[in-house]
């Protein structure tokens, strides 16, 4: 069903495509620490053209701990594009050596053309503050491994919504499992117009926007933040006048959350949630960065194996 299929937008992938990826993820977690060798031969490169940590590691890890190979270029200084080579030139040339490329751009719509010109599966890393599908997939899967579904949960997103690709991506698929969505932020950061408007029509159960988070937080199962997205803006006043705008404190979670509450960030955090909060029950966010192993593993497997 999935197999040498581009993974671009969430968008693209029906409900029952997204539940094949999570329960072939179920079937990961037995060989995630001794792993195999079922793609053994295939090669992964990764075109890293903006700053990560986990999304690479992750892919990397994944296709080693299946027997695959990985080749690597990260940072536009490395690559050709530092004289000058277009990207759809660059992907002409890397997708002959490889069987599946992941993608990371700083500009949105870039994914997107990097498919049109690739005749092996491109995967979205994250494009401008566009969309970053695969990590949408890890976080329904820890919501899942959780909470034992998505449909009806009422998830708050908070922070930078406004520019936050992870938010952009999830929003869209928790409305396609049913969820109620809470969008927290502050007026300067909200969740697009345009995003918003197909939330209720995508199937979320409702949607709700807020300023502050302290008046809905009892009622949340799950409480997912992620920083403000310095990099994506494009007036450094406009940043200056809403760093530090919102943060998570151990305090308002021990004052006001449920104890069945799970507080998810993708990473890297900054300082919207301070560190004491990771020693409470309810934080998952270095859970979601194994899940993200998991994840790939079984993407990977469905793009390129045998896995139906
Ligand atoms: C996110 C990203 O790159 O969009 N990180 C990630 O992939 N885990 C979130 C962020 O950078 O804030």
Redesign the pocket.
């Known amino acids: 069903m999935l197999k040498n299929r581009h993974v671009i937008s969430v968008r693209d992938f029906t409900r029952e495509e997204i539940e094949t990826i999570l329960e072939h993820s179920e079937r990961m977690e037995k060989i995630y620490e001794k792993g195999d060798d079922r793609l053994s031969g295939k090669v992964l490169a990764t075109l890293f053209f903006s700053p990560?940590t986990?999304?690479r590691l992750s892919f990397e890890t994944a296709m080693l701990r299946l027997g695959g190979d990985v080749i690597s270029l990260v940072g536009k200084e490395a690559a050709s594009t530092a004289k000058g080579e277009n990207l759809a030139d660059t992907i002409r040339t890397v997708e002959k050596y490889c069987d599946v490329i992941v993608l990371r751009h700083p500009k949105e719509g870039a994914a997107r053309l990097a498919a049109e010109y690739s005749s092996v599966p491109v995967i979205n890393a994250?494009d401008g503050a566009n969309q970053?599908p695969t990590?949408t997939f890890l976080d329904l899967y820890t919501i899942k491994k959780e909470k034992g579904k998505i449909e009806g949960l009422k998830v708050g997103l908070m922070g930078d919504l406004k520019y936050?690709?992870?938010v952009h991506s999830l929003a869209y698929a928790l409305a396609m499992f049913g969820a109620e969505i809470h969008l927290i932020s502050p007026e300067e950061l909200r969740m697009p117009r345009y995003i918003v408007d197909e939330l209720v029509e995508v199937g979320a159960a409702d949607v709700e926007e807020h300023r502050d988070v302290e008046p809905i937080l009892g009622e949340l199962d799950v409480l997912y933040v992620?920083?403000i997205?310095k990099e994506m803006f494009p007036d450094p006043e406009e940043y200056e006048r809403v760093k530090g705008s919102y943060r998570i404190t151990r305090e308002l979670i021990e004052e006001h959350a449920r104890d069945d509450l799970i507080i998810m960030h993708?990473?890297?955090r900054v300082d919207e949630v301070e560190p004491e909060v990771d020693e409470l029950p309810q934080a998952r966010y270095f859970d979601q960065v194994r899940n993200g192993v998991i994840v790939r593993m079984a993407l990977l497997d469905l793009l390129l194996g045998d896995a139906e």
């Open positions: 990560s986990r999304t994250g970053h990590q936050g690709r992870t992620i920083r997205q993708p990473l890297p």
